[in-house]
């Protein structure tokens, strides 16, 4: 299913409808699997504050967190820190400075939809584009969005940002802005399905367990449901 929110004069773009397998980065998936656990105690998005996903610290340098006005229409994400590689794609740094002005008019209406639609739906939003980089090699730029909500309304989103080549290494200094190609989408969308973690290896409410028979029993197996 493809549906999408329009903001003004913002161009309307188009979401499917995901599970989280969707995300191919392990590093997002492990990004993405924190956020959902605590997501499923109540079926909304958390606070920012009680996020606090494993080896947060080396993934710093490929996240942004932007502090969100809702009560403007489209709602204002405001850079409240950004990675150094991230910097480097862009050319400059945007601490401070509103998403849709670092940006810039030419990249705004294929960029700042998919930041209202995170805030719209308070779920987490998945993209993948092409790039290319200065030389002409083609990036898979790779944009992972989790909401993160105060008084019941979205007030943050954190981006995780990652880069990929296949054939190898990339120039990733000006990646944004290098030359006069548009980004390519390759995948849009909101992950609303099946939005829940289960932990390897363990077994879920409600699974059966039958214990096969043991030397000595009296040949009666043992079913228990587990709730």
Not at 149 to 158: A, P, Q
Request: proline share 7%.
């Amino acid at each position: 299913m493809m549906r999408g929110f329009e903001w003004g004069g913002t161009i309307a773009l188009n979401f499917e409808s995901a599970t989280p397998s969707v995300v191919k980065s392990i590093r997002q998936r492990d990004l993405l699997n924190t956020w959902l656990r605590l997501y499923a105690r109540q079926q909304a998005a958390p606070t920012i504050w009680e996020y606090q996903p494993a080896r947060l610290e080396e993934e710093l340098s490929d996240l942004i967190y932007y502090a969100v006005d809702a009560s403007m229409t489209p709602p204002r994400l405001i850079i409240q820190s950004e990675g150094t590689r991230i910097s480097r794609a862009y050319g400059h740094t945007g601490k401070d400075t509103p998403l849709d002005d670092y940006v810039g008019p030419r990249l705004a209406p294929f960029v700042m939809p998919i930041y209202y639609e995170c805030v719209a739906r308070g779920l987490p939003v998945y993209t993948v584009a092409d790039l290319d980089d200065i030389y002409g090699r083609v990036v898979a730029y790779e944009r992972l969005l989790l909401p993160f909500v105060t008084d019941d309304k979205v007030s943050h989103v954190i981006a995780s940002l990652k880069t990929f080549c296949e054939d190898g290494g990339f120039e990733i200094k000006n990646l944004m802005r290098g030359n006069d190609a548009l980004p390519r989408p390759k995948v849009r969308a909101v992950i609303d399905r099946d939005l829940f973690h289960r932990t390897p290896g363990r077994i879920a409410a409600a699974d059966v367990i039958e214990f096969a028979d043991q030397p000595g029993s009296d040949g009666n197996s043992e079913t228990i449901e587990l709730n």
